[in-house]
């Protein structure tokens, strides 16, 4: 049986243990939130038990489109940043080298920002990137950045927390025929004779006719319009 391939992550989750790690875990949970499960890569939650984790972590980097480097308040006091088996360096590295956005985000209001002074060679373009503060005391205007920016990056990624913008009604209630009928906007059906019958806006109704004692037409109609009240039938034309 063929094996199933995991689904591509959109964001790579880079932190270290002990300096950053609770506000990865915090942004991926956000992420998985807002974007659906599969979006994040988070190593501790994304790599199975089992998983040789060396070729899990680098094939993920390489598949991701942004990777968010998580620094804690003493991270670049970390000596492993100049060791070369340092997975930190590596998935940072390996984003550098296939193309990858790489973002800072920098934790709490203690976290100065990357100098390239302080950092290993090879490490010190990751000073050039623009970051964002994320504030685990107050850290929606962080993560709202965060989120913004990752849709300008990876339009496909889809915020589920946002609502939907209103939309017109486009002939919901089909082809009709009660004692009290609304329809906004298009009509592409009928509405069969009947009374108190409302149509805003524009459409086919029952092949351009709209009839019934107490009918209502608002907007424009390309058909006829026939009233009756208290048994007088008149006819309406279109422009009034």
Same mark, same amino acid.
């Given at each position: 049986?063929?094996?199933? $391939?995991?689904?591509?992550?959109? %964001?790579?989750? +880079?932190? *270290? +243990?002990?300096?950053?790690? !609770?506000?990865?875990?915090?942004?991926? *949970?956000? #992420?998985?939130? *807002?974007?659906?499960?599969?979006?994040?890569?988070?190593?501790?939650?994304?790599?199975?038990?089992?998983?040789?984790?060396?070729?899990?972590?680098?094939? =993920?980097?390489?598949? =991701?489109? %942004?990777?968010?480097?998580? @620094?804690?308040?003493?991270?670049?006091?970390?000596?492993?940043?100049?060791?070369?088996?340092?997975?930190?360096?590596?998935?940072?590295?390996?984003?550098?080298?296939? &193309?990858? =956005? %790489?973002?800072?985000?920098?934790?709490?209001?203690?976290?100065?920002?990357?100098?390239?002074?302080?950092?290993?060679?090879?490490?010190?373009?990751?000073?050039?990137?623009?970051?964002?503060?994320?504030?685990? !005391?107050?850290?929606?205007?962080?993560?709202?950045?965060?989120?913004?920016?990752?849709?300008? #990056?990876?339009?496909? #990624?889809?915020?589920?927390?946002?609502?939907?913008?209103?939309?017109? %009604?486009?002939? $919901?209630?089909?082809?009709?025929?009660?004692?009290?009928?609304?329809?906004? *906007?298009?009509?592409?059906? &009928? @509405?069969?004779?009947?009374?108190?019958?409302?149509?805003?806006?524009?459409?086919? @109704?029952?092949?351009? $006719?709209? =009839? &019934?004692?107490?009918?209502?037409?608002?907007?424009?109609?390309?058909?006829? @319009?026939? $009233?009756?009240?208290?048994?007088?039938? &008149?006819?309406?034309?279109?422009?009034?």
């Amino acid at each position: 049986m063929k094996k199933e $391939q995991p689904a591509m992550p959109d %964001v790579f989750v +880079n932190y *270290r +243990n002990g300096d950053g790690d !609770k506000t990865a875990t915090f942004i991926e *949970r956000e #992420l998985s939130h *807002r974007f659906g499960d599969e979006a994040a890569f988070r190593a501790s939650k994304s790599i199975a038990p089992g998983t040789r984790y060396q070729e899990e972590l680098l094939h =993920s980097v390489r598949r =991701s489109e %942004v990777l968010l480097a998580v @620094i804690g308040p003493n991270w670049t006091n970390y000596p492993a940043l100049y060791d070369e088996n340092d997975w930190v360096r590596r998935e940072i590295l390996e984003a550098f080298e296939c &193309g990858i =956005s %790489v973002i800072p985000v920098l934790e709490g209001t203690e976290t100065a920002r990357l100098k390239a002074a302080d950092l290993p060679q090879e490490l010190r373009p990751l000073a050039d990137r623009q970051s964002v503060r994320l504030d685990m !005391k107050d850290p929606e205007p962080g993560l709202t950045k965060i989120t913004k920016r990752l849709i300008e #990056l990876v339009p496909t #990624l889809h915020d589920r927390t946002t609502p939907e913008p209103e939309s017109s %009604v486009r002939n $919901q209630m089909g082809n009709v025929s009660g004692r009290t009928n609304v329809q906004g *906007r298009d009509i592409a059906g &009928g @509405i069969g004779n009947d009374y108190r019958q409302v149509h805003l806006g524009r459409g086919n @109704i029952n092949n351009q $006719q709209f =009839s &019934g004692p107490g009918a209502m037409f608002v907007g424009e109609n390309n058909g006829g @319009i026939h $009233q009756r009240f208290n048994g007088q039938v &008149g006819d309406e034309d279109e422009d009034r």
